[in-house]
């Protein structure tokens, strides 16, 4: 701004005008230099933070936009990311280490500018303890990195901590900002925590969706390889000596056997999931007696995608056709979209009658509202790491999107 006042001034004293006029030239190419030097500054700070700093987060409102930030992240990979691209730039601490704590051991789950050399041994958890929260600019040649550690703590037990080491301009962590850093570890053990509270439970719903389908599979093969079997060596024990409407209650029992042992184990399963998802179509429209249109545009790669995904899928489209043909009354459903091993982009859309959805597709939200389809649904997606969405408002009809790809984090 200085260069640019200069510039402006020097060529203002070689005009013909008098003293008086020049000085109040002056005063206003002053004033308006100010002016804009005061709006354009902290557009100019940002710029350079950001570019040439890293920080991404302003300092001063650092505590209250992590608080937030954090809130959003569901997964430990979501967590550590926002620490090492965001928090910790915006901290200039160069060096950082992010040890977990568990059964008296050290983890090590995030590192920056640390070799594996420089990190604590497994079983020092005690000494990062007696350490823990006071500024060390001289200690052992071991760890001569580390400057500041901090404890992270889910009530009484240590869960973490977090070593601090090299930080612009001069490796300083001053008394009065360690309670500001604590704070900050603070709220990254309560999102570690939930976060770990969360995926034990999902493990455990996974368990439970795997136990569920393989004792559908059992259900399946006994019903298939015992009782239609067995149904057919009576029919045929009987010979001719059989009530008129007998054979006809024989066919339609054993048909519906069969539909049983489809929907509980959909044999197009064995040779992938687009054909299992057509042999689907097929037996929802004779279903309803050809009343309602299932249209399949699948584009599916010769390589298969994993069986476990494969069957989390279909169990979703599953779901969304059978709430559009039961719930929202639908005449037409398309399912459309890509099928690859490294990516999949699936579409199930339908003209039914909507409804209002919920932005958020929290399942505990799902559940209250009595939504007990889409939230089985969105936990299935979530479990194979895919992203769900569901755009649906009353007489507009029902999208469901499931996006996945191999650079997705997630359980899968």
């Known amino acids: 701004m200085g260069t640019v006042l200069f510039s402006l001034i020097v060529p203002i004293t070689s005009l013909k005008i008098n003293v008086e006029t020049s000085i109040f030239i002056g005063v206003l190419v002053i004033l308006a230099a100010t002016s804009m030097a005061i709006i354009t500054f902290p557009i100019f700070q940002a710029f350079v933070e950001k570019r ?4 991404k987060l302003p300092y001063q409102n650092l505590q209250e936009i992590y608080s937030n930030r954090i809130a959003a992240s569901t997964s430990t990979g979501d967590l550590l990311q926002l620490l090492e691209d965001e928090v910790f730039p915006s901290l200039l601490i ?10 008296g051991k050290l983890k090590t789950l995030l590192t920056g500018n640390i070799s594996s050399e420089q990190l604590p041994h497994e079983n020092d958890m005690n000494l990062l303890v007696s350490q823990a929260g006071i500024y060390l600019p001289y200690i052992s040649s071991e760890n001569s990195w580390t400057r500041l550690i901090l404890p992270l703590k889910a009530g009484d037990a240590f869960i973490g ?25 603070n709220q990254t053990a309560i999102a570690l925590s939930n976060i770990l509270h969360a995926e034990e439970v999902r493990k455990l719903f996974q368990l439970d969706i795997e136990r569920y389908e393989q004792e559908r599979l059992s259900l399946a093969r006994d019903l298939h390889d015992s009782i239609l079997n067995q149904l057919a060596v009576l029919r045929n024990n009987l010979g001719e000596a059989v009530p008129p409407t007998f054979q006809s209650d024989y066919e339609e029992l054993t048909h519906r056997l069969r539909e049983i042992v489809s929907n509980l184990r959909p044999p197009m399963l064995m040779y992938g999931l687009k054909p299992a998802i057509i042999e689907l179509a097929d037996n929802l429209m004779e279903r309803s007696g050809d009343k309602v249109k299932i249209k399949v545009d699948l584009e599916a790669s010769e390589e298969r995608i994993p069986e476990h995904m ?41 003209d039914g009658k909507g409804f209002d959805a919920d932005s958020k597709l929290d399942p505990d939200n799902l559940l209250a509202n009595h939504h007990f389809g889409l939230s089985g649904m969105v936990e299935r997606a979530f479990l194979i790491g895919a992203k769900i969405k569901i755009h649906s408002a009353p007489s507009t009809g029902t999208r469901i999107h499931i996006e996945w790809s191999n650079n997705n984090s997630g359980p899968a």
């Open 52 to 55: 040439y700093l890293g920080i």
């Open 94 to 103: 160069r060096q950082f280490a992010f040890m977990q704590a568990f059964n």
């Open 310 to 350: 494969e069957q989390h899928l279909f169990r979703i489209v599953q779901e969304a056709c059978e709430n559009s043909i039961r719930h929202a009354e639908a005449k037409t459903v398309s399912i459309y979209g890509t099928l690859a091993p490294g990516k999949v982009d699936l579409n199930i859309h339908d």
């Open 161 to 185: 901590f977090w070593l601090l080491g090299r930080r612009d301009p001069d490796d300083l962590y001053p008394l009065a900002e360690i309670p500001i850093l604590q704070s900050i570890a």
